[in-house]
């Protein structure tokens, strides 16, 4: 029963490969294809440079000559990073309002209308506790423990929502941000308090100082 | 179990290791035999018939499975995923209580995903190199491939194995307790080798990794150590890196937290700072009893756990048993395996298995026959840097118990007269 199927699958390897990698289209591999006389299987392609590809070996100063110079543009298309000092920010901006109304439709499912989390979602509680990280309930949020505002808007431009990651724009992303952090005393909660690369880079979270850096080994020696 | 050492324990003997409770560790494969109707065969394996006396007909034929292989249909052990509330951002654990030497098969590799699992055509993935370089460079796998590569064999270990166990003893498993660490040989090229391509700038002193998963998940990886050990792997054991662990392209850092070691990964950028994620700010941080955090607290310290006898076995009888289990530090090599059957009263130093690997699971073997009464089974390892590994009790008293990660403790296992062993805090 097995060897029957054996028989298809290779002859659907030597066969329908090929074909199928013409279409453009494969999502698997095929099997590797047979050499003629002997029957072996085909080692896989020696892999070719891209460099070599372009027609020349570059860039001619690395020792390789593998691989090629990344253009402005193809960095600029997954460049996402955003630093604390406001680097890496993009141009746009909202509002607290706008931010309100983006929550209650895009958020509000996960993170809750009141911001308090579902934790049956495995979504966290994104505003309160300030005070507590000392106590035997350590509440982190947002507000308590993230020391940086670029990290809120970063994650959420990055990865937010869930249920369709990466889709917000940096518009959309500031407004969220006008609203969450406005909600959790941060920054103003009037409908009209926006949120820009430069009042982004200027927020000083309520736990900026709260981190410190690793002392271990702190036991064992 | 606090106070333990009043009871009896068994003595360490100095019979040679011979396998005798190897038996004993299958047992749990051939429930699944037991009953002679057609059971769907484990994952990874193929059902065929069992011969009467395979040595009177011929066995299945050559390829039978289509030239892959698979293993057989009497062994069952499955990586087991902890409940998270969201099964997108989870983690599964490997069976270390099966375990066997140094490796993880590729299959039981422990998992962590922050997104799921992408599903990457390797044809279109490109790795790109920017930030503070004099030449922002752009690779294809097929480049990575034909560049200069080392193959390490290396331990990864979530910072988050053994998060249930700081209060007291929660999961009955060593694969619960100890499950989210493994090891394997991962092969790619060294990425000092990608950043003397690109022309590394003066001024810098970080990279961010980035994944092309949902979470794009991103960590800073400080330049020195970028440019120490750390390899852009697209090879695991052997063979192209299984898709849960970053096909067709992972960051390896070894000896830091698994988190660190980013998947999919489509993305360097060198800067001259942190760039303070997520995943090193709100989360992978370490929050002290003062309300404080610590933060890149990336090397995993050294750790060691007894994986047989473990919690939930039951040890059918007294007599000869082989304790055994893994050590392993991502400072470097393991130098000493300390066990104790008394609580930590008394310890008796194990065999480890060669060559003992810097930043690798070490195997270490103790003969030892149980006696039939109480006793608490601890090992304590030392690694090559002279630390120790601590108890709870000292980890606490520095950290508290909130810090959630990094739980690097000695971890004790009861004997009870019955023979049922379990997770305990002695």
Known sequence: M???????????GTLAGPALAQEGARTVAALPETLEETGERAPAEVPQSSAEEVGDIVPANTAYGVGQPASEDEIAAIDIDVMPDGRGLPEGSGTYAEGEKLYETICATCHGADMMGVSELGAPQLIGGRGTLASDQPVKTVESYWPYASTFFDYTHRAMPMTEAGSLSADEVYAISAYVLGKAGITGSEAATTLDAESMAKIVMPNADGFVADPRPDIGE | MRKTATAK???????????????????????????RARAEAPPGAIEYDVQTDPTKEQGRLILDDGGYGSRSQFENEVRWRYPTASPDSSWSMTPLASGQGIMTPSGLHFERHHGGIPTIDPRTHELILHGMVNQPMRFTMDDLKRLPAVSKIHFIECSGNGLTEWAKPTLKTVQGTHGLTSTSEWTGVRLSTLLEMAGVQDTAAWILAEGADAAVMTRSVPIDKAMDDAIVAYAQNGEALRPEQGYPLRLLLPGYEGNTHIKWL????VSDKPFMTREETSKYSDLMPDGTARQFTLEMDAKSVITFPSGAMKLPRAGFYEVTGIAWSGRGKIAKVDVSADGGATWHEAALDGPVLPKCHTRFRLPWTWTGEEAVLQSR???ETGYVQPTLEQLIEVRGLKSVYHLNAIQSWHIAPDGEVTNVHA
């Open chain 2, 9 to 35: 324990w068994g003595m360490f003997n100095g019979l040679t290791r011979r396998s005798l409770l190897m038996g004993g560790v299958v047992l749990g494969g051939s429930a699944l035999a037991g009953g």
């Open chain 2, 381 to 383: 390892t030392v690694d």
């Open chain 1, 2 to 12: 097995f060897t029957h199927n054996l028989t298809i699958i290779c002859v659907l």
């Open chain 2, 266 to 269: 489509r993305r360097l950028d």
